[in-house]
């Protein structure tokens, strides 16, 4: 298995809603990412987990809480989300460690807030 | 502060042709290189990957070289081919963290028919 599946593929919320996206990967990856993406922009870093630890948050909202379950793994948990947060969020995974490293991407779950 | 940047929105190249899609960086600690292949409404795709050690890596149609003293790496795809059309990403590794990755801006190229 040499994929990242991601859930729901597209997702339409209100502001006042909670959500969760969900990632899941087998292939023994022991960091995972979220990755948000607007139109015609790259793929920004949100959160990195590593061994299913927080290892970097680059000064996401409060109102995005992730969370790893287990080293398989990865939810974003949404709430109170405003207009500008609709993108496309990428859920990516990685070998631990130095050496060749690449990121594995699932497809995406878009995200359209109303 | 963007550490990695690919100056080149699009690019359109004909059938058959070379395409070089090119991409700079900064940051002198970045140690492992990846392009990304992206279609529209998916994730993206790896293609090839170079260590900070080689100045090339190739893998069929699809070749990388990197110029460390100028931060300048290039994709190149010879021959092109319409399914080649995408966007493509510039990615690269800080050393130092391991799992930090700093994607650049994207190149869309076009392959025409």
């Known amino acids: 298995d040499t994929e990242v599946t991601q859930t729901p593929k597209h997702l339409v919320m209100g502001m006042t809603n909670k959500k969760s996206l969900k990632c899941e990967q087998h292939?023994?990856?022991?960091?995972m990412y979220w990755y948000k993406q607007k139109a015609k922009k790259p793929p920004e870093l949100m959160f990195v987990?590593?061994?299913?630890?927080?290892?970097i948050n680059e000064s996401v909202p409060s109102r995005f809480s992730p969370e790893c379950p287990n080293s398989s793994l990865l939810n974003l948990h949404l709430h109170a989300l405003q207009p500008e947060d609709s993108a496309l969020y990428l859920c990516?995974?990685?070998?631990?460690?130095?050496?060749?490293?690449?990121?594995?991407f699932g497809a995406g779950s878009r995200l359209t807030v109303l | 502060d963007q550490q990695v940047k690919q100056n080149s929105p699009s690019l359109s190249v004909q059938e058959g042709r070379i395409s070089i899609l090119n991409c700079d960086y900064t940051?002198?600690?970045?140690?492992?290189f990846l392009w990304y292949k992206k279609y529209p409404a998916e994730g993206p795709t790896f293609l090839i990957s170079?260590?900070?050690?080689?100045d090339k890596n190739e893998d069929g149609r699809f070749t990388v070289f990197l110029n460390k003293s100028a931060k300048h790496l290039s994709l190149h795809i010879v021959p092109s081919q319409p399914g080649d059309s995408a966007v493509y990403f510039c990615?690269?590794?800080?050393?130092?963290?391991?799992?930090?990755?700093?994607f650049g801006t994207g190149t869309s190229l076009t392959v025409i028919p």
């Open positions: 940051n002198s600690m970045f140690d492992y």
């Open positions: 990516a995974s990685s070998q631990r460690g130095s050496g060749a490293n690449v990121l594995t």
């Open positions: 170079i260590s900070s050690i080689k």
């Open positions: 990615a690269a590794r800080d050393e130092n963290t391991g799992n930090q990755f700093y």
């Open positions: 987990y590593s061994y299913e630890k927080l290892s």
């Open positions: 292939m023994g990856h022991r960091a």
